[in-house]
């Protein structure tokens, strides 16, 4: 059951908040009362306001003093205010409260009709946007417990997948059969993917809470690439991937997170390059400022997966060989060296992804927060 909604009535004359409060009671609704100014700022600070009315003079405090000083607190600044006066309509004082910070007026005696149907807008806005706070927390409860989950599921996947891993290698070397030694290899090839997965899933849960950080340190980017292409080609076949590079191909930046980048970009145009072209990685270094790596592969990603490409879980690019997060890491991690991924497709036969890494990291990268 919802809370009820609180209307703050600030009047220094009782029947004038009596009437008030006959005509706006309505299940759902509570009137809160205050007799000045100084009542209302204490009514303020412990109870949650969807809309003050408002006497504009009253001893003491009055209405514009009185909303000047809820528009300097943060937890009354958003509170709508609608002045009542039983003045004449004066332009000048009418600024003024417009300036204080109210949102509509009423004249005194004031029409039944109108107050509720002006009231009634304020309340059906409020319940709103509490409606839409509730299901807020809700999708950010859901978020952490989705993000524990894969962080924990990552965690305690990670023990048995070494196992399976030791016992297929410890079979592959044993035994003498030789579709005992595939079977092994096969093994060891799923092992190999799962923990990729794994990875890219705490990866995802890393990002979306904001807790990765750089370790920015000078490097060799050809080194990186180099280190890479060795790894990837050492389960398939030898010199597919083509490393090309010219300038000065240091720079500044995080090692492991840069490695990450390239291998899901090199083993993204593995798994949907034309298998029989082979992949060609590019590295310039001729720009003073920042080196630019091209990694690119024959074929062309159809368009309706364009706009998206870089988003997670796509299902256009998940497969059993895969949970489409490789791009989307790739390019958080990119985007926290201070470059962008762009890519090239369907102008040609070839895809091409591209990005620029500067040579110095910008200011506060190492404890740059990434976000979902």
């Given amino acids: 059951m919802n809370p009820p909604i609180n209307i703050l009535v600030v009047d220094d004359v009782t029947q004038n908040i009596t009437a008030i409060e006959a005509v706006l009671k309505q299940p759902g609704?509570?009137?809160?009362k205050a007799g000045s100014g100084n009542e209302a700022l204490e009514r303020l600070l412990v109870e949650d306001v969807a809309l003050a009315l408002m006497d504009v003079r009253m001893p003491g405090m009055d209405g514009f003093e009185l909303a000047e000083l809820m528009r300097?607190?943060?937890?009354?600044?958003?509170?709508?205010i609608i002045f009542m006066t039983a003045a004449a309509n004066d332009p000048k004082r009418t600024f003024r409260g417009y300036e204080a910070g109210a949102v509509d007026f009423l004249h005194k005696p004031f029409d039944p009709d109108i107050l509720k149907s002006k009231v009634g807008v304020f309340v059906e806005l409020y319940s709103q946007r509490r409606q839409?706070?509730?299901?807020?927390?809700?999708?950010?409860?859901?978020?952490?417990?989705?993000?524990?989950?894969?962080?924990?599921?990552?965690?305690?996947?990670?023990?048995?997948?070494?196992a399976i891993s030791g016992c297929a290698e410890l079979i592959r070397r044993s035994s003498k059969e030789p579709n005992s030694v595939v079977m092994a290899e096969r093994i060891q090839s799923?092992?190999?993917r799962m923990a990729q997965m794994i990875e890219q899933l705490l990866d995802v849960a890393r990002?979306?809470?904001?807790?990765?950080?750089?370790?920015?340190?000078?490097?060799?980017?050809?080194?990186?690439?180099?280190?890479?292409?060795?790894?990837?080609?050492?389960?398939?076949?030898?010199?597919?991937?083509?490393?090309?590079?010219?300038?000065?191909t240091r720079a500044t930046f995080d090692v492991g997170r840069l490695s990450q980048v390239v291998s899901n970009l090199l083993g993204n145009a593995l798994q949907h390059g034309d298998p029989?072209?082979?992949?060609?990685?590019?590295?310039?270094?001729?720009?003073?400022?920042?080196?630019?790596?091209?990694?690119?592969?024959?074929?062309?990603?159809?368009?309706?997966?364009?706009?998206?490409l870089f988003e997670p879980f796509q299902a256009g690019r998940a497969s059993?060989?895969?949970?489409?997060?490789?791009l989307y890491i790739a390019s958080q991690y990119v985007q926290?060296?201070?470059?962008?991924?762009?890519?090239?497709?369907?102008?040609?036969?070839?895809?091409?992804?591209?990005?620029?890494?500067?040579?110095?990291?910008?200011?506060?990268?190492a404890e740059v927060k990434l976000s979902f």
Avoid at 29 to 32: E, K, S, W
Avoid at 132 to 153: H, M
Avoid at 228 to 248: M, Q, Y
Avoid at 321 to 326: A, E, I, Q, R
């Fill in 29 to 32: 609704i509570t009137i809160l």
């Fill in 276 to 308: 029989s072209a082979p992949i060609v990685v590019n590295i310039s270094g001729d720009d003073p400022v920042a080196l630019t790596i091209q990694v690119g592969n024959r074929g062309t990603i159809p368009a309706e997966l364009m706009k998206s």
């Fill in 190 to 192: 799923s092992v190999k």
């Fill in 336 to 365: 926290a060296h201070g470059g962008e991924v762009v890519v090239r497709s369907g102008e040609t036969e070839d895809t091409v992804f591209e990005f620029l890494l500067p040579r110095t990291p910008p200011a506060g990268s």
């Fill in 207 to 248: 990002i979306r809470a904001g807790g990765v950080s750089l370790q920015m340190q000078p490097a060799d980017v050809l080194q990186v690439c180099t280190t890479i292409r060795d790894e990837l080609e050492s389960s398939r076949e030898n010199g597919r991937i083509a490393l090309t590079s010219s300038g000065n």
């Fill in 72 to 80: 300097g607190s943060d937890r009354t600044r958003t509170i709508p």
């Fill in 132 to 162: 839409l706070s509730a299901q807020l927390d809700e999708i950010r409860n859901a978020l952490r417990l989705n993000e524990l989950f894969a962080a924990v599921l990552g965690h305690d996947l990670r023990n048995p997948l070494n």
């Fill in 320 to 326: 059993h060989k895969g949970l489409g997060l490789g």
